[in-house]
């Protein structure tokens, strides 16, 4: 099982550039999550689908961020246009959906906007 | 408000002793609450699941207790290694909600 995967691993990127992170989720997983971690916030949950669909985006921060899941195995968080402060590292998690439903995380996306 | 709370914010213990990490919330309705371990430059890892009814469960060197009449958890490591050097996040679920902790900071010292 290669766990969730993310791309790119680093993004480095100049203001009002349009940013696309990428998350392939674990196969069978049913439910996905977007969170950003910056050090002076902790962790964040931004938006999370249950098969496909978006459940909750109250997290994301502005019209700035957008989410889609077009199908179970794929997901994008694109920003634009990108702000310094949107500088942090965004996560991409995976679960099946149950009371526990404990949340497989991937290694996450540095980005840094200059 | 629906906060989680962790304490020490950092802690530095020697190789080979024990610590407790403290979470206290004020989630309602309360679902259950995890403990996670992050290493430097990695995503977060689930320790342990707890509901309700649970007030204590264990993960190889990892404990953690529950009392969730006074809306406290504790991770209990014992034997410290080396590796256990990371941050470790305490999360509780309400009503379809996770409201994340911001973390306890731990370094293992040889």
């Known amino acids: 099982d290669a766990g969730v995967i993310q791309s790119p691993r680093h993004e480095v990127t100049e203001m009002g550039q349009e940013v696309t992170l990428r998350c392939k989720p674990i196969?069978?997983?049913?439910?996905l999550f977007w969170y950003r971690q910056t050090m002076m916030r902790g962790l964040e949950l931004l938006i999370y689908?249950?098969?496909?669909?978006?459940?909750?985006d109250s997290g994301m921060p502005e019209d700035r961020f957008s989410a889609k899941m077009p199908n179970a195995s794929f997901s994008t968080l694109k920003i634009q246009p990108s702000e310094p402060r949107d500088s942090a590292v965004y996560f991409c998690?995976?679960?099946?959906?149950?009371?526990?439903?404990?949340?497989?995380f991937g290694p996450g996306t540095r980005l840094t906007v200059l | 408000k629906n906060q989680v709370e962790q304490s020490p914010q950092s802690l530095i213990i020697l190789e080979g002793k024990n610590c407790t990490l403290q979470?206290?919330?004020?989630?309602?309705?309360?679902?259950?609450l995890r403990w996670y371990k992050q290493d430097t430059g990695r995503g977060p890892v689930s320790l342990t699941i707890?509901?309700?009814?649970?007030n204590t469960k264990s993960n190889g060197r990892y404990t953690a207790t529950l009392d969730a009449d006074t809306k406290q958890s504790s991770l209990h490591i014992t034997a410290s290694q080396l590796s256990d050097s990371a941050s470790y996040i305490c999360?509780?679920?309400?009503?379809?909600?996770?409201?994340f902790g911001t973390g306890t900071r731990l370094l293992v010292s040889p």
């Open positions: 979470c206290n919330y004020t989630v309602s309705p309360f679902s259950n």
């Open positions: 196969s069978g997983h049913n439910s």
């Open positions: 689908f249950n098969n496909n669909v978006p459940i909750d």
């Open positions: 707890m509901t309700f009814s649970e």
């Open positions: 998690a995976s679960s099946v959906s149950g009371s526990t439903d404990t949340q497989y």
């Open positions: 999360v509780v679920k309400g009503f379809q909600k996770l409201v």
